[in-house]
């Protein structure tokens, strides 16, 4: 497997924030400056994309996605027996 080489970069932090990271990396074996800002990125980016999520499934729907939905239920409908859909009930095997 080939390893990529991370690009280096520079970074400028609150002291006191650095105080924070200094501690933390005291506090825990085998950690360094460079995983707990990798960790911090992950973490930005996943709140990034949790976001994004959420603004795509709070959008209006288009005509079309509404439709589709309609349609979808209309198939799921037509395949649950009469009682089932009446009651919401399976069969027992």
């Known amino acids: 497997m080939i390893q990529r080489t ?12 650095l105080d924070e990271i200094d501690s933390f990396i ?10 707990v ?8 980016y996943a709140q990034r994309l949790h ?5 795509q499934h709070a959008a ?4 079309e996605e ?3 939905r309609a349609a979808w239920k209309r198939i799921r409908a037509a395949q ?5 859909r009446k009651y919401n009930l399976r069969e027992k095997a």
């Open 6 to 17: 991370k690009p280096r970069i520079t970074v400028t932090v609150d002291p006191d924030m």
């Open 80 to 84: 649950m027996p009469r009682s089932e």
């Open 66 to 68: 509404i439709e589709e």
């Open 60 to 63: 209006p729907k288009s005509p």
């Open 51 to 55: 976001e994004a999520l959420v603004q």
């Open 37 to 44: 800002l990798a960790d911090a990125l992950r973490c930005w």
């Open 26 to 35: 005291r506090e825990n074996a085998g950690t360094d400056r460079s995983g």
